[in-house]
């Protein structure tokens, strides 16, 4: 099984730090995404990586930067946190496929919800 | 931007029941998926059908796709209580390097 694994399922920060929140993947995938979830809203795609050291902004890349040096870790880091950043996190995974077939899924991780004070 | 709108925003049924969710999208796509979320924790992926494919079932699901009105459903059958989530589309167009566009969310709370 894909097993996708975030650094933390809770997390306290205050405002003006930097936050590091680490995902990665056993699964040998190419394509890493970076969610955040808000009541009402859905998920928003923050940033995604399609390969290593590639990166492509998604639709709110605002206050957010990412890494990825190795082709299983995929971090988000919130260079100085505020506390319209406070949210779920989620992380997930995909193999390069394109087939239209069951490779074509997301594999999340179980989230990291964060909160700025 | 969300591509996705699920209708409705939230469903509640009894056990036995089945509950059908709507989405809707925008633009054309290769593929739309559905999840399912369990209260605080990650997505889980449920079915998938292809812009080619008018329906598919897996096991209580049972997906349709009309691509002329840019819509598609899920329908669960017999829900049960463990059916309790909250329920996303997500489309996938061409050429976007595997990112998917999600709705908002369809609550279906099954009431024993």
């Known amino acids: 099984d894909v097993k996708v694994t975030q650094s933390s399922r809770y997390l306290v920060k205050r405002t003006g730090e930097k936050v590091f929140l680490e995902c990665v993947q056993d699964?040998?995938?190419?394509?890493m995404f970076w969610y955040r979830q808000d009541p009402g809203l859905g998920l928003r795609l923050i940033y995604f990586s399609y390969d290593v050291k590639m990166k492509e902004k998604g639709d709110i890349p605002e206050g957010y930067s990412v890494s990825r040096e190795k082709k299983e870790r995929f971090s988000l880091i919130l260079e100085s946190a505020s506390t319209n950043q406070t949210s779920m996190y989620l992380c997930?995974?995909?193999?390069?496929?394109?087939?239209?077939?069951?490779?074509?899924?997301?594999?999340f991780g179980p989230g990291t919800r964060l909160t700025v004070l | 931007s969300q591509q996705g709108e699920e209708d409705p925003q939230a469903l509640s049924i009894q056990e036995g029941e089945n509950a059908t969710m709507n989405c809707s999208y925008k633009t054309s796509i290769n593929n739309l998926q559905w999840y399912r979320q369990n209260s605080g924790r990650g997505l889980v992926h449920l079915i998938l059908?292809?812009?080619?494919?008018r329906e598919k079932h897996s096991g209580r699901l049972r997906v349709t796709l009309d691509t002329s009105k840019k819509s598609s459903s899920l329908l669960i059958t017999a829900s049960r209580a463990a059916d309790t989530a909250s329920y996303f589309c997500a489309s996938e167009r061409g050429s976007t390097l595997g990112r998917l566009y999600f709705g908002r969310g369809t609550q279906l709370t099954v009431w024993p």
């Open positions: 699964m040998d995938h190419e394509n």
């Open positions: 997930a995974s995909r193999p390069t496929s394109g087939s239209g077939g069951a490779t074509d899924t997301q594999y």
């Open positions: 059908i292809r812009s080619n494919e």
